[in-house]
């Protein structure tokens, strides 16, 4: 909730969001750096700033059909990610 609000109050400063973004992400690790990749995994959303930095503020293609897939697969290779590594 409070990332969002953020996200709104830096919605032209897109280096302030990519900050913000990450400092929250090091916050959600509550600074223990065990587990990591098993039990602690929200610090991950940092790789999203990847895809703010690089978003050029226009609309992109419609591609519906390809979401509706991506999504439950790439969560489904997370978890099997997840497991295998626990």
Do not use: C, D
Not at 54 to 64: A, H, R
Request: positive net charge; charged residues 10%.
């Amino acid at each position: 909730m409070l990332l969002a609000l953020f996200f709104y109050i830096f919605r032209e400063k897109r280096t302030f969001q990519i900050v913000t973004l990450l400092v929250f992400s090091l916050i959600s690790t509550g600074f223990n750096f065990t587990g990591l990749f098993s039990s602690n995994i929200q610090w991950m959303s940092a790789f999203t700033a990847i895809l703010i930095a690089l978003y050029s503020g226009k609309e992109g293609k419609k591609m519906k059909w390809f979401f509706y897939y991506f999504y439950p697969i790439h969560i489904v290779i997370l978890y099997v990610l997840s497991a295998l590594l626990a």
